[in-house]
């Protein structure tokens, strides 16, 4: 099993090119699902996520092809590759696919839209939660499906004729439940309101595709969407909008090594309350037309409290990576996770390092250390695991983080990134 070395100690100086977005690029791919038609997605993430679904559509009858020939250092603009599913020729997901990742279970609405049937495992993903579907099925009984549960399948019929248009109203936000609901309801009969619709930019790059791809969706971007229902959907070419969340993570990178760096491609309006908390610990942010420019000088960091909530609040993606940060903030920060109640994993890994963090229920109380020091530590998930990183970039002497499959689920080439700004940090693989 791979792992990566962190020797602390270095500013990172230079520019950073920022990827396609993990959580955009999975249900952008998912979408291809809904049309006989090829759709073709630029600007794509090379990351292992998108290796998994790649064969969990393949398994549905997809086929996918790259479209030119990239150097593997060219990480600008993606890759792009076009998804044709002319042929569903199965529509079951089955339990050792779909439980690698749980992005994997939204192919239950565009099988269920165009083939009537489906049957989907119960998803994995991430340990930071109980993370139920309820709201996935829920949002599908609205539309007509019959669903039944069964030796940890979800299977689920429409009704003769296809999905009906319903109403959808969303008691909590959930990003898995709308591009689901979204997804059927384009290809349901008549009319649906989604009322309680995440606004994530991730939800708004999928209804904005689909809308590409022929389907008639208002309200985009907004908490109510209302969908009127075509019957059939066709090709169309979209690219993936840049990872918000690695955003974060490179501007909390800066504002925890220092030096001055531009991110280049990166979307400060998808942002903009992460944005602001980072400015407030002492970075100063720069938004021009090509991307995001982060200076940290000597100066301290500032704690700060946050409390993560649904878009545009603080996004609980950027929890661990904030944290982080606060190891080494003057004062105590009160970090607040109120989307997932399972979050706090990489706390003790960060104690490792000599962080003074204690929970108390959904709240981390972090006291900032003057310094850290290199250690032994394990990632536990795909944010935590970055979070470990963040940390090593000041630590003293080396850290080595194992079980980085983690980070390569849904990071592009980070070490070439962090080394390209001057970050000592390189790849053992056993
Ligand atoms: C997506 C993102 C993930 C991000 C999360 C929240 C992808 C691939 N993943 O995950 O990175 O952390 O949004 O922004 O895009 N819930 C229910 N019932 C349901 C569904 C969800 O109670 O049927 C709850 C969950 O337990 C959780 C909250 O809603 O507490 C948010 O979950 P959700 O928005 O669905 O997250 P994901 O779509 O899984």
Redesign the pocket.
């Known amino acids: 099993m791979d792992r990566i070395k962190i020797t602390g100690g270095n500013p990172m100086n230079g520019e950073m090119v920022i990827s396609g977005a993990?959580?955009?690029a999975?249900?952008l791919m998912i979408t291809s699902l809904l049309t006989d038609k090829p759709l073709t997605l630029g600007n794509m993430p090379r990351l292992a996520?998108v290796n998994t679904l790649n064969r969990i559509l393949g398994n549905h009858g997809v086929n996918f092809s790259v479209q030119g020939k990239r150097k593997s250092s060219d990480s600008l603009f993606g890759e792009t590759v076009a998804y044709d599913a002319k042929d569903i020729v199965d529509t079951t997901a089955p339990y050792e696919m779909v439980s690698r990742m749980?992005?994997s279970f939204w192919v239950l609405a565009p099988l269920l839209a165009r083939m009537g049937e489906a049957k989907v495992s119960l998803p994995g993903?991430?340990a930071?939660?109980?993370?139920?579907?309820?709201?996935?099925?829920?949002a599908l009984k609205a539309l007509g499906a019959q669903i039944e549960l069964e030796n940890g399948y979800v299977i689920a019929k429409a009704p003769q004729g296809g999905l009906t248009g319903g109403i959808i109203d969303f008691p909590?936000?959930?990003?898995?439940?709308?591009?689901q609901a979204l997804m059927a309801a384009t290809l349901a009969k008549g009319q649906t309101v989604i009322k309680g619709a995440?606004c994530?930019p991730?939800v708004t790059d999928v209804a904005e595709c689909l809308v590409k791809m022929g389907a008639k969706i208002e309200g985009i971007g907004t908490p109510n969407l209302t969908i009127e229902g075509v019957d059939c959907l066709g090709g169309a070419q979209h690219n993936v909008v840049a990872d918000r969340?690695e955003t974060g993570t490179f501007i909390m990178s800066v504002a925890m090594a220092g030096g001055d760096v531009f991110l280049k491609g990166a979307r400060a309006d998808t942002l903009e309350n992460a944005i602001e908390v980072i400015c407030q610990t002492g970075a100063q942010i720069e938004v021009q037309d090509e991307g995001i420019r982060v200076v940290k000088t000597n100066s301290d960091i500032q704690a700060i409290d946050v409390i993560t909530m649904?878009?545009p609040g603080f996004?609980?993606?950027l929890q661990a990576q904030f944290m982080a940060l606060m190891v080494k903030a003057k004062g105590v920060s009160r970090i607040q996770e109120t989307?997932?109640?399972n979050r706090f994993m990489h706390v003790q890994e960060l104690a490792r390092l000599g962080a003074k963090i204690q929970l108390e229920g959904d709240t981390a109380i972090v006291t900032g250390v003057d310094s850290l020091h290199g250690a032994q530590v394990m990632a536990t998930d795909?944010?935590a695991s970055v979070s470990l990183a963040i940390a090593a970039l000041v630590a003293e002497g080396e850290t080595e983080i194992s079980r980085i499959y983690h980070l390569d689920r849904g990071f592009e080439n980070l070490e070439e990134k962090f080394r390209g700004v001057g970050v000592q940090i390189e790849r053992v693989s056993e």
């Open positions: 993990k959580n955009a999975l249900p996520d749980r992005a993903g991430c930071i939660g109980t993370r139920p579907v309820d709201l996935h099925l829920s909590m936000v959930s990003v898995g439940a709308t591009h995440a994530e991730e969340i649904p878009y996004p609980t993606d989307i997932f109640e795909l944010r």
